[in-house]
Nanobody, 121 residues
């Protein structure tokens, strides 16, 4: 149906930067909200950042001023620029997207498989 493929995760040093990418593929007519979530060991999955089709953004307090979410509608992609990384940013990061599929006005809400981000102290 709709697949989200993430890239850009890996290992970074404290104070460093990483850029996460997520591309959606399938019979997509439009994508509404897109977002990034993360889950650290022993913790609940939490919202990191979201961006609407109109470009409105929302960030968790813990990442405000450090992370920037953006999207490229032509590529059905969402990005997360992570700067000034901290060890507490270490988590599995998941992308999410919802929207409409072609044919019959069907909707979708899909998740990526998750990508590990590790920040060393």
């Amino acid at each position: 149906q709709v697949q989200l493929v993430e890239s850009g995760g890996g290992l970074a040093q404290a104070g460093g930067s990483l850029r996460l990418s997520c591309a959606a593929s399938g019979s997509i007519i439009s994508i509404n909200d897109m977002g990034w979530y993360r889950q650290a060991p022993g913790k609940q999955r939490e919202l990191v950042a979201t961006i609407t089709s109109g470009g409105n953004t929302n960030y968790a307090d813990s990442v405000k001023g450090r992370f920037t979410i953006s999207r490229d509608n032509a590529r059905n992609s969402v990005y997360l620029e992570m700067n000034s990384l901290k060890p507490e940013d270490t988590a599995v990061y998941f992308c999410n997207a919802g929207g409409r599929l072609s044919g019959g006005f069907r909707i979708f809400n899909s998740w990526g498989q998750g990508t590990q981000v590790t920040v060393s102290s």
